[in-house]
């Protein structure tokens, strides 16, 4: 479980330094499908990651509003910021409590296994968006090849 966190993280910054080449009126702008624009994206990954890990350590969750956030610069600051929190987590959880139940706002319970594979899968497919965002405006999106990749240990984090 831990590659696909450091696949999902590597991939993610690679997309970072992609934007790096647009525009800020690119990045902002409102795509159709998907959650709208590149940059909010990339924010809704992290927000949404953060946001399900919290949940899982039974913790409150923390409204992070994208008005203060609005960077390409502050989006990944808040990436490599909550990163260091979600690894340590990830060191200590992985096996110890998978099975657990983790009851969310709207009434369902699920394991937390079941929404750490969430996690995952969830950033994938908005990664998926931003490839086809990226083929729209004629660039090649970054690559998406998983055992191609050099890993970090999680805990270098």
Not at 1 to 26: H, I, S
Not at 86 to 101: C, G, H, R, S, V
Not at 108 to 127: N, P, Q, S, V, Y
Request: aromatic share 14%.
């Amino acid at each position: 479980m831990l590659k696909f966190f450091e696949y999902n993280w590597q991939v993610r910054d690679e997309w970072f330094n992609w934007c790096n080449q647009l525009t800020a009126e690119e990045l902002v702008k409102d795509r159709i499908g998907g959650v709208g624009s590149i940059l909010y994206t990339l924010f809704h990954i992290v927000d949404v990651e953060h946001s399900w890990i919290r949940h899982i350590q039974g913790k409150e969750n923390i409204d992070i509003e994208f008005t203060k956030y609005n960077t390409l610069e502050k989006v990944n600051y808040l990436s490599d910021t909550f990163r260091i929190d979600i690894a340590d987590f990830l060191q200590t959880y992985m096996n110890q409590t998978k099975n657990e139940l983790v009851s969310v706002p709207w009434g369902e319970e699920f394991t937390k296994d079941e929404l750490i594979h969430h996690i995952i899968a969830h950033e994938i497919h908005h990664i998926g968006q931003l490839s086809v965002r990226a083929r729209e405006l004629e660039l090649n999106p970054v690559s998406a090849d998983f055992i191609r990749r050099k890993f970090k240990s999680v805990d270098s984090y």
